[in-house]
């Protein structure tokens, strides 16, 4: 049980951090960065927002009781720009991410070995986080190198900066063994 409880909230945390990066990514371009695409067959951060969105959104509502994949949701609509603002945006991040929240916080280690389904195939509720937790790092990574490449000044690193391994490892190894999660001391540097 405690090992359960110790996977939901390691889940909370993890999805918080890429969270926080995709945001933080976000903020270091102009408004219309968000909107660029380089071709007609790349997507632009705002259509990845619009797909985070729309997935989290089908994935998590009536999570436990419902395919998470929703009559109402047309995924492919997802792929086309439709969001104008910046405002825009960051309203459908936000409301993505907390229909994710919600559910995950109800959620009870009991609940980890039932039975969900997504497209009429059956995931543990375990498996189901794990995809989604794979999925929506994926994107994020796309949000942040696109973002690092139509930044037109100098980039806030979101990890380990450039050639500052050798500081990073020193300054970890100088403190004292702990356990905790990562995500803590990230967390505190990406706010």
Not at 105 to 115: R, V
Request: hydrophobic content about 35%; some cysteine.
């Amino acid at each position: 049980m405690e090992i359960n409880n110790n996977y939901l909230e390691s889940v909370k945390r993890l999805f918080l951090y890429y969270k926080t990066i995709g945001e933080k990514a976000m903020n270091q371009l102009e408004p219309e960065q968000l909107f660029f695409a380089a071709n007609e067959d790349t997507n632009s951060i705002a259509v990845i927002v619009q797909h985070l969105s729309g997935n989290m959104l089908s994935r998590w509502t009536d999570f436990l009781t419902s395919d998470g994949e929703k009559e109402w949701r047309n995924r492919d609509s997802e792929f086309e720009t439709v969001l104008k603002t910046k405002d825009e945006l960051l309203n459908i991040w936000e409301k993505g991410w907390d229909c994710l929240f919600q559910a995950i916080n109800s959620l009870t280690p009991e609940q980890l070995t039932q039975i969900v389904y997504i497209r009429n195939e059956g995931h543990t509720v375990l498996d189901a986080i794990n995809r989604q937790l794979a999925h929506y790092p994926y994107h994020i990574g796309q949000i942040v190198f696109y973002a690092k490449m139509l930044k037109q000044t100098e980039w806030d690193s979101l990890s380990i900066p450039k050639n500052k391994s050798g500081d990073y490892n020193a300054d970890k190894f100088s403190k004292e063994k702990s356990t905790k999660y990562f995500t803590d001391d990230e967390l505190n540097k990406l706010k």
